[in-house]
């Protein structure tokens, strides 16, 4: 009864853990709130005082969701989706921490129980009859185990001489080109063999799957090895290759082991169809190997559950030295979890799951094949449950219309490039789907379907193939448009050189990159690196405001292209002519106002020492004329009282347009500039903008809203900003007051002739000396404000 209860508790306590830690939406809201308070991702002391259960799964939870919290990341997007068969594999590993401090007796009984139950299940269940099962966490440590287990058996010494027998003949591990990356060198370095022990067996050329071993060439390469005097060990076939799932001739390749005496070992995905009432002849073969390692765990959606190896050996004694079996009862119950989960499934359960995943393999294939761009690969079109696919770029053209013959040399470059940004956006825009990139041989990049692996842990239904079938069939006509246009964009580009340079990036999903190179001349290597960012910048970040749905960036992250702007994906109806002359406008309309701002620098300083030359000039003359006693203050005043000085006030108007320094007297005697120029008449960068910046969009309704007017008037905004107009008046102490009147009517001009991106620099300077014509008019103006 004691036990009872505390099984009872120890699920309790799982529930109340799974609890806490599933509840991460309404934790996740109140985050900005704990987040000053949370500290604990920064390390630090034990406490002394003990906490509670209920505190240490908190911890847990925040540790769990800290990096979801900065990111904004939804939690379902991480997480394997737990069922209730997950929460079963969770309580074994609870439990097998409770069972494990029962007493010996006890302990083997029940371990003995689970562990030949759990044996007995698989076999049965994957069609593998009188076989033994070792289960570990990595699911290349069964066949390690197994290929210490037919050391043994081959080398009879081996036991008492160790590695030194294996000098006489030395070993060989024969695996496919297609197999497992990495598998061949972990297996030598966990079993002290060299890599020359290791044989890489290439796939067929002409005849069969290009994924399959090349069984004629595995066959010639033993006789060699043979003849050279090594011992063929092992052979590892595959039952569903990782990037493309086929299967290898697992019949002739088992008579071939029996024929030279080798172990024939089997692993892969498409294993899991062996629990189905129906199975392909390929598949069926894999129950007559030596061994085969399962994942149930993937393709039943069970967390933290072992791997399980499938292995006949009648001698008990070489599998205990291999370590395939354990005299530990401790170790045994590492099946307990999967005793717990396959207990809670029941076989038909079992069965349904493996069944709804190859379901959703045929079903995207049937809705693929209606797709005229898209090239599918598999295995067999009716059972395979991995489906392969990709953007092809024959069928694109031969569906639009095009021709891309020529396109150019690296032609498989930019279409794995494409397909690689498919597969980034359907895992984007449809997550449960499970869909990932590959990269194959002889394929190149293609987006890989495998439920098998992906639909019992995402929780992937029949609607999430629609859906995904669905955002395929939009994304299609976009790459299809893009491909088409590239070779425009680039013969664009060169049209426009040398202003417009080309970059060829093939690894760039996209219409293409181009750069534009500033024509000034005489600027040494940094300035004109600097000058070179500048533009491209500036000129990024007016694509950018320009309302249009083409993405323009500065392209990959970890690209080696500097300085350059990348134009994504396109739709037919752009023009490409009009975007790249857009792109090269808006580039030397910025040089041009960069070059036209360095030069007003250089005018206005050169006008400012001017207009101080002559401010010095004209008080030096006012002094000479008026004399020393008008320039003391109390003097001065009296003696302009009785005797007024006659002189009338000239300004100095300064001209950017023309770059001059001249006198106001034209303009107090007209009320007006009429003998200058304005910079409307003068060739400046607003006068060569385009006449519109969205030509390039889509005709139609609406499309010409971004009219002539609103492009010149950014222009000549721009202008403005950066020629501001300067405006000084320096008057000195003993000249009199100007005539408002004509102070009016200058600044009355001013303000007409800015609207007319005139811009002057207006300095007036008191003189001595007056015209003729104005000493009345200023005589009396000074009289009066008197």
Known sequence: MMVDSTLVQVGRNLSEAMRILGDGQGELEAGTERRPLNRASIPGPLQGDGQDVATILHLVHNLINEEEEEEDKPSQHRMQNVGEQGHMALLGHSLAAYISVLDRERLRKLTTRILSDTTLWLCRLFRYENGSAYFHEDDRDGLVKVCRLVINARYEEYASEGYTVLSSKQPVIYQSASGRPGLG?????????????????????????????????LDKLIKEDIEAGKLPLLLIANAGTPGAGHTDKLGRLKDLCDQYSMWFHVEGVNLATLALGQVTSAIMAANRSDSMTLTPGQWLGLPAVTAVTLYRHEDPALSLAAGLTSSQPVAKLRALPLWLSLQYLGHNGIVQKIRHATALSQQLLQKLKTLASIKTSVEDEVSSPVVLFKFSQEMSAASSGGSVEGYCAGEKEVLDAFNRWLGEQLVQLVPSSGV?????????????????????????????VEDLAEKLSELMPVMSSTMCLRQDFREETHRHSPSLIYIEDLSWPGLGAVRYEPQAEGMDESRRKQELEKINTELLKKLHDLDTDIIFSTGPEFGTDEDCIFVGMVTEDVDVSELVDTIASLGRDIEESGRLLENMTEVVRKGILEAELQLQKANEEKLMEEGLMRQLPLVGSVLNWFSPVQSSIKGR??????????????????????????LQDTPTSSSKRLPGQRLFRRSGPGSDSFSETSSIGQAEEITKERGTTLSSSIHPPTSPPAPEEDSHSSSDVVSEKIPEASVQVHTQVEAEVASEERQPEGQEVEQSER
Request: aromatic share 4%; with cysteine; proline share 5%.
């Open 185 to 217: 060198q972990h297996l030598c370095s966990q079993l002290g063999l060299p890599l020359s022990s290791l044989c890489t067996v290439p796939c067929n050329t002409i005849f069969g799957s290009q994924h399959q071993m090349d069984v004629a060439l």
């Open 436 to 464: 990932d990139v590959v990269d194959l041989e002889d394929e190149g990049t293609c987006v890989r379907f495998s439920p098998l692996l992906t639909a019992a842990v995402l929780g992937t239904r029949q609607e999430d």
């Open 653 to 678: 108007t300064f001209n950017l347009a023309a770059g001059s320094l001249d006198s106001t007297e034209v303009t107090y005697s007209t009320k007006a500039q009429t003998d200058r120029p304005s």
